[in-house]
DNA sequence: TAAGCTATTTTGTGATCACTAATCTAGTCA
DNA sequence: TGACTAGATTAGTGATCACAAAATAGCTTA
């Protein structure tokens, strides 16, 4: 018998998923203007790649919302109504608490460890007044917890709302010193660690309604959906 | 000054986008085999089309997860598991619940007056034991709810719940006689129309419950989900 | 100067070709 | 007879070409 060989994945990358990737780390992180188009030969010849891996990865973007599809078939950045905005909070808010419900009852030790571990970094990025890093380690930090409550479908929901709202957050880069409290996060965890899905959820809750309470102020809002997307 | 002419829309209809509408259309209706793989080159030709607007329209299928791609590429028609199938329910009870309270606040009077219509044709389906008939209508009513709540990234993800479960509707056409229950389109119309929105959810998501406990007596299952997507 | 028309460019869309890597199929050897 | 292997087929992926419609720029005209 042939002695059984373990390799590391094998790290099939196809170009249009890299592609996918970056666009939609660059939406998120709002290298682009809201509303601003995009065509296939720009990125494509940006990327250095032909249009196919382009193609492939706006149709992804658009079926995710991560970007709207003109009707004619113009892929541009999203632009939200302040109305689109107040939803996707309050779904956000909904979702995002009874993720954290449920982590509450399944949650292991180990990814207590590792929330822990986040914790301890969003204080110093707090401290160091790092925006960018705030908000990454933020993200992570949820989506561990979301994680962490099995519950796929939901985890994927979510992460369908973040997209959507990913534009909007590089407003906090804008000015949000003293803003970042770091205790919400203790707080979540005391109470996953004694299985208080009460609390925990409220937590969880206050913190999406307080980010957005302070991007309420500072971002800036489409007055009216004005060309609405193709497609059904 | 010319004269302002008004046509109809225009009727922009991509290849792309038609592949897209039948078979998604076909996945819902479970013309598919589960776990059946579907090949870029087949479909085309079965459509008559070349590979391109195929390659674009599982591209976006696999976004909406209404199709899943392993980890080579390939296409493959979902298969649930018991445990999948029951948090996709879960979630729509919610969300759906949710849908029908915020609909009871702020429907028109022509929402309900077509739901009304909607309901009649329902009672007759039920009556006649047309289950595909009874099917799409009860996706048309239910849906005509959601868009009366105005809230579309609420809508959006229920559709996409839909989506998700819907290659299992098809277990309903299988022995459905008697169980079609129309008392409750009443009751929810009822309820809206006296925006009693506690008790129009109440009935939504009975509907839902009803249906779904059905679906677990007659559907078929994955033992476990095998091999599980590629990407992220 | 501003509005309207035309010509040029750009853009999305679709088809076709090429390439590599799985996958399937015989065929062969122990 | 069963397992391994080499050849053939089929798969996804990427690039390039072609075309029609939309957008833009530039020119003309009132």
Known sequence: MTEQLVFEKMERDPLHERVHRELRAAIIAARFEPGQKLT?????SAFGVSTMPVRAAFARLAAEKAVTALAN???SIPLLTREQFDELIE????LEGIATEKAARVI???EIEALQQIAGELHEAA???DADAYLRLNQQFKFTVF???RAPALEDLIERLWLQIGPFMRHYAADIRGQLDTDRYDAVIAALRRADGR???AAMEEDVAGGA???KRVAVFAETSAEPPAGK
Do not use: D, P, Y
């Open 108 to 110: 292991s030790g180990e």
């Open 199 to 201: 609390t925990a959820r």
């Open 40 to 44: 296939v030969r720009a990125i494509s």
């Open 73 to 75: 078939g113009t892929i």
């Open 127 to 129: 401290q160091a007044n």
């Open 91 to 94: 779904l956000r808010m909904l």
């Open 147 to 149: 994680k962490a409550a």
């Open 213 to 215: 309470a302070f991007l």
